[in-house]
């Protein structure tokens, strides 16, 4: 079964810290996907980053990076220098590549407030 | 045009009502989804087109009816709902073949409120 587990429920920071959000998952497959979601208090989900289970490179993306560790099963993500609109909750999610391949299991989620 | 539209973005209705969400994607998608988010809670997989056909119902009540008429439509058609069914009712597309291994691009949502 697939798992995906986000332990920090929230964080709050001050503007201009960094940041990173964890995520541990499970699953018995050997190809798979993660990935991260943004869903701002207006509510829609704003894809990040995918990531197979074949390219464990880091990636950075402006402000944001994520560190994916196959020997941890963990895909962390690293705001830098945090910034008020990166107030939001971060979905990390899993998606197999066998059966099931339509569906997108979600960590439970973290609320990431960043104040001025 | 890489969005999903999803209408109403909110919508109230009684227990007695009948109603429909619509959703909408030009991005050539051939799987589309929805999803139910209840407050504080992560997204859960109710239904998946592929090919305008259903292929997965993840054991959703039939006061749940979902309808694609074509590769850019999915509806979902609501009928005799509890209070507890209030959620943010999301839709999502995918690519043609790669489904998962691509993401999904989601809409904005209908925050559905049954009264």
């Known amino acids: 079964a697939q798992k995906v587990t986000q332990a920090q429920t929230e964080i709050s920071v001050v503007e201009k810290e960094d940041v990173t959000l964890d995520c541990v998952y499970e699953?018995?497959?050997?190809?798979?996907?993660l990935f991260w979601y943004k869903q701002p208090p207006s509510g829609e989900l704003v894809f990040l980053i995918r990531?197979?289970?074949?390219?464990?490179q880091n990636e950075i993306s402006g402000r944001y990076s994520w560190n994916f560790q196959k020997s941890t099963s963990s895909f962390n993500f690293t705001i830098t220098a945090s910034q008020v609109v990166d107030s939001a909750v971060y979905f990390c999610a899993l998606g197999d590549s066998g059966g099931s391949n339509y569906k997108l299991t979600f960590g439970k989620g973290t609320l990431l407030t960043v104040n001025p | 045009d890489t969005e999903v539209t999803q209408t109403p973005k909110h919508l109230v209705m009684g227990m007695t009502n009948k109603k429909s969400l619509k959703c909408e994607q030009h991005m050539g998608h051939r799987a589309m989804y929805w999803y139910k988010q209840k407050a504080k809670k992560p997204p859960e997989l109710m239904f998946v087109?592929?090919?305008?056909?259903?292929?997965i119902n993840e054991s959703v009540p039939s006061r749940f009816s979902p309808e694609c008429p074509n590769s850019s439509l999915l509806n979902l058609h609501l009928h005799a709902l509890q209070p507890e069914d209030s959620a943010l009712y999301l839709c999502?597309?995918?690519?043609?073949?790669?489904?998962?291994?691509?993401?999904?691009?989601f809409g904005s949502g209908t925050r559905l409120t049954v009264v």
């Open positions: 990531r197979n289970s074949f390219d464990e």
């Open positions: 087109y592929s090919y305008e056909k259903l292929s």
């Open positions: 699953t018995r497959d050997t190809t798979y996907y």
């Open positions: 999502a597309s995918s690519q043609p073949s790669d489904r998962v291994s691509y993401g999904y691009t």
